[in-house]
């Protein structure tokens, strides 16, 4: 499987973007698809996670509110809609992926991720 990630690119404060991750190949048909991002500085950090199979989706706290994971099964994608972007949430958002079904206790966790996407910039300007 590869995932593709797309749609970063530089907005201002309080904008929005929306991200989107297409999976090629085998897809993750009843699995768990992520966001995590790495800022300058700081170690990669969980985002959001959606499962296939339905249930809660769970965000970082520092996103809850302003960003909405979703994801489109005939598509294969995934997407991440960000509004009232701060300047803190610049960094490069990777997509990642498992065909395993997570307890949701390990959704944050990016070892349980197999497969990662290239990521996408995302700059936002005061």
């Known amino acids: 499987v590869q995932l593709q990630a797309s749609g970063g690119g530089l907005v201002q404060a309080g904008g929005s973007l929306r991200l989107s991750c297409a999976a090629s190949?085998?897809?993750?048909?009843?699995?768990?698809m992520g966001w995590f991002r790495h800022s300058p500085g700081k170690e990669r950090e969980f985002v959001a996670a959606?499962?296939?199979?339905?249930?809660?989706?769970p965000y970082a706290d520092s996103v809850k509110g302003r960003f909405t994971i979703s994801g489109d099964k005939a598509k294969n994608t995934v997407y991440l809609q960000m509004n009232s972007l701060k300047t803190e949430d610049t960094a490069i958002y990777y997509c990642a992926g498992t065909p395993r079904r997570l307890i949701l206790s390990t959704l944050r966790e990016e070892d349980e991720y197999d497969t990662w996407g290239q990521g996408t910039q995302v700059t936002v300007s005061s």
């Open positions: 959606i499962r296939w199979s339905g249930g809660n989706t």
């Open positions: 190949g085998r897809t993750f048909s009843s699995g768990v």
